[in-house]
């Protein structure tokens, strides 16, 4: 596609549940990113994917945050066990390659948990 | 630990005026800086990098100066518009590390 691609793109859940945020990098971006991002706040770096290596984890607030990248293409973000400090709005970018170049951000997917 | 600060109250500016904002960052030897447009609801929009060799990068209306010995960037719109009025995002970086760290961006309001 033409740009970063994120569903969807509101999200109200219960707490307690599990949701799954889907990200669409552009075509041929090998760097993916993963940040939250809470009102007033800056971006807080989650997860970092580069083509094939192993994925930066060291920002996954907890172990009810994982996220996995399929054939170096789609990424999806999945929160277990949804708590109210999860809502936030959650940015998926992508990048040509993983060093100093820039980043096309998605439009984000607002999660509010209730 | 590492700290960037970006002026949190809004910053209002008239239309043709120039429009300057303003990153600090403490803790950090950072090897290149960028700066970045967000809208309410969408994501942030790159808009210039420099590096920490550079003193000054200009394009189109936008300037953006770095000054590693002040450990501050200021980012400059000229001639500014009411389509300026966004919040502008500093995020700095090092070759070595491909995280960056963000501020939490000032918002530009260009009043007509």
């Known amino acids: 596609g033409a740009g970063v691609s994120q569903s969807p793109s509101n999200k109200v859940t219960e707490k307690g549940k599990d949701v799954e945020l889907r990200c669409d990098p552009i075509?041929?971006?090998?760097?993916l990113y993963w940040y939250r991002q809470s009102l007033g706040q800056g971006l807080e770096f989650l997860i970092y994917?580069?083509?094939?290596?192993?994925?930066?984890k060291s920002g996954l607030p907890s172990d009810r945050f994982s996220a996995e990248r399929t054939g170096g293409s789609v990424s999806t973000l999945t929160i277990q066990r949804t708590q109210q400090e999860d809502s936030a709005v959650y940015l998926c970018?992508?990048?040509?390659?993983?060093?100093?170049?820039?980043?096309?951000f998605g439009q984000g997917t607002r999660l509010t948990v209730v | 630990s590492q700290k960037i600060e970006q002026n949190s109250e809004a910053l209002n500016i008239q239309e043709g005026k120039t429009a300057t904002l303003t990153c600090n960052y403490t803790?950090?030897?950072?090897?290149?800086l960028q700066w970045y447009r967000q809208d309410p609801g969408r994501g942030p929009v790159f808009l210039l990098l420099?590096?920490?060799n550079e003193k000054e990068k200009r394009k189109e209306r936008l300037k953006v100066t770095f000054d590693t010995t002040l450990k501050q960037s200021l980012f400059h719109i000229t001639a500014s518009q009411p389509a300026d009025s966004a919040t502008y995002l500093c995020?700095?970086?090092?070759?070595?590390?491909?995280?960056?760290?963000w501020g939490a961006g000032t918002k530009l309001i260009i009043k007509p």
């Open positions: 970018a992508s990048s040509l390659g993983p060093l100093n170049t820039e980043a096309f």
């Open positions: 075509s041929g971006h090998t760097a």
């Open positions: 994917f580069q083509g094939n290596s192993a994925p930066d």
């Open positions: 803790n950090y030897s950072p090897a290149y």
């Open positions: 420099i590096r920490e």
């Open positions: 995020a700095l970086g090092g070759d070595s590390n491909y995280q960056l760290i």
